[in-house]
């Protein structure tokens, strides 16, 4: 990712398109439409949450996902897979894949 251009959810909505298949938790959907909401907020939390730590605020996104205008049908254990990659993507902290 360029860092020195600011991230946009339709760019990172292309690119969990094209790589969500190659995620653990997609066995379970092969339907990008169950992911996209984790991924999305991910990517709101990770702009929201600058500067903090997964561990620090994962209670309180886990409380949130039952109010996220796109949760779908999901659960929050259903979803945090998906919520942590666009967070580890967006962060930075560790790249998708490496945990």
């Given amino acids: 990712m360029d860092r020195n251009k600011p991230l946009s ?24 439409s169950m992911w996209q909401g984790g991924y999305r907020y991910g990517f709101d939390a ?23 205008q796109y949760r779908g049908n999901s659960t929050w254990e259903q979803i945090k897979g998906a919520v942590r990659d666009a967070w580890d993507r967006v962060t ?8």
């Fill in 9 to 32: 959810w339709q760019d990172e909505d292309a690119y969990w398109q094209s790589h969500y298949t190659s995620r653990p938790y997609a066995s379970t959907s092969p339907d990008y």
């Fill in 92 to 99: 930075g902290h560790h790249p998708v894949g490496a945990r």
């Fill in 46 to 68: 990770a702009n929201r949450y600058h500067g903090r730590n997964w561990n620090d605020i994962e209670p309180e996104l886990s409380r949130g996902w039952s109010s996220y």
